[in-house]
């Protein structure tokens, strides 16, 4: 699996590159700046990106950026960002083209090597990793807004964990239900957010956005 790596600060750069190469990943291209990262995503063809998402020369949004118009060139090409906050427009900016194979890492959060590598893979295969702090914070801002008020406690537990890019099984293992109850569950919240249907995974990326951006 090809990598690109985007990281201004060497030592996390390097440690990233090394970490990924012992799981059996191909780093293609590990770069330290946003021109440098438009060029590798744009020449490398990698499988997933890993970007910081402020890197010089403004130390802004460059990352963000050089992934969205990545994106934009390869429809659902997977990016998984690393941040130092909780930033709802990014999150919101990147889930825009619900095409999914997105992911919304805190560095500090990131408490071991197979956390991360996990988080990678799963990206690389299409799904969706937001950090739980991340999901938090906006599920608060979005209950603030009136967005998932219509959705049961249980309901925003499921939502929040589906938006960790959770499987239905995984989610039954972290409540303690079982496994049809939160078939129901995500039901409910697909019809309570009034989601058209489409393929499950689809409608999972729809179900976080629709409470990104109401």
Request: proline residues 4%; glycine residues 6%.
């Amino acid at each position: 699996m090809r990598v690109v790596i985007a990281e201004d600060l060497f030592l996390l750069r390097d440690g990233l590159t090394k970490l990924l190469r012992e799981h059996g990943f191909d780093v293609v291209a590990a770069v330290d700046n946003g021109p440098a990262l438009q060029q590798a995503l744009l020449t490398a063809e990698p499988d997933v990106a890993v970007v910081d998402i402020r890197l010089p020369p403004s130390h802004t949004d460059e990352g963000l950026q050089a992934a969205l118009a990545a994106r934009r060139r390869r429809p659902g090409l997977p990016i998984l960002l690393l941040s130092q906050y909780v930033e709802q427009l990014y999150a919101r900016e990147l889930l825009a083209d619900q095409a999914g194979a997105i992911g919304y890492l805190l560095k500090d959060r990131v408490s071991n090597g197979g956390q991360f590598v996990d988080a990678v893979r799963r990206v690389a295969e299409g799904g969706t990793v937001l950090d739980p702090h991340v999901i938090s914070r906006l599920l608060v801002r979005g209950t603030a807004r009136g967005t998932v008020t219509a959705l049961t406690d249980r309901e925003r537990e499921v939502l929040a964990l589906m938006a960790e890019g959770r499987s239905n099984q995984a989610i039954s293992q972290r409540l303690h239900v079982s496994e049809s109850a939160v078939t129901k569950h995500t039901a409910n919240i697909f019809t309570k957010l009034d989601l058209p249907i489409s393929n499950d995974d689809n409608r999972r990326v729809l179900a976080v956005l629709a409470y990104l951006n109401r």
